[in-house]
């Protein structure tokens, strides 16, 4: 139970912060301090952040950290398979496996590999779920570390969902690509061989 509503909050905190998100925010820390306590410490900086800044801030701050860098991407197939033909399949799949699950996407105007959806997707079928955020667990862990060390808020909430999955995460980002096959993806597009997004990380089972 405690998992559910951890991915529940942080598909909520991870989307963009709409007067509708911020909103919901005390319902929500007040929901994790019931059913899981110490995931509600991970998430109260940014809780207490949202409540002493405005709006307009918080929202720019959000647009910086994820849709402007990189380090950040909240798309879990672009750290393992950037910009190449493969990521395709792999978002067809993710679309197919949502389908069987009875989770539609129609209207939702994201990628099947976008955080939030695929917490989502963990909440409304929560064994599946936990299956692919550990198939992705490289690629959580990544950015997991990428926001601590911006210092960013939004880190907690990422490392809340990582301590719902099995094992310890790694300490640094060289253990995190130790969680993972090596070997960048192939047929790369244009892409600098330094791009965060060919890290040479494989989902678990070779997805």
Wanted: net charge negative; aromatic share 8%; with cysteine.
């Amino acid at each position: 139970m405690s998992a559910r509503v951890i991915h529940q909050a942080a598909s909520l905190c991870l989307s963009y912060p709409d007067d509708a998100v911020l909103g919901s925010s005390q319902l929500v820390a007040a929901a994790l301090r019931e059913s899981a306590p110490r995931a509600a410490a991970s998430f109260a900086p940014l809780f207490e952040w949202w409540a002493a800044t405005p709006a307009s801030e918080v929202q720019a701050v959000y647009v910086d950290t994820f849709d402007m860098s990189r380090r950040h991407a909240l798309y879990l197939s672009y750290w393992t398979d950037g910009d190449t033909r493969r990521r395709g399949a792999v978002l067809a799949d993710l679309k197919s496996r949502y389908r069987e699950a009875g989770l539609e996407l129609d209207g939702t105007g994201e990628l099947p590999d976008y955080l939030p959806l695929v917490l989502e997707f963990a909440r409304h079928a929560p064994r599946e779920g936990a299956e692919l955020l550990q198939e992705y667990r490289p690629s959580l862990e990544l950015i997991r570390i990428a926001l601590t060390e911006r210092g960013s808020r939004y880190s907690g909430v990422v490392a809340a969902v990582c301590g719902t999955l099995p094992g310890r995460s790694p300490a640094d980002r060289q253990q995190a690509m130790a969680m993972a096959a090596a070997g960048p993806p192939r047929e790369s597009v244009g892409l600098d061989a330094h791009d965060p997004r060919l890290l040479p990380l494989h989902p678990a089972g070779g997805r």
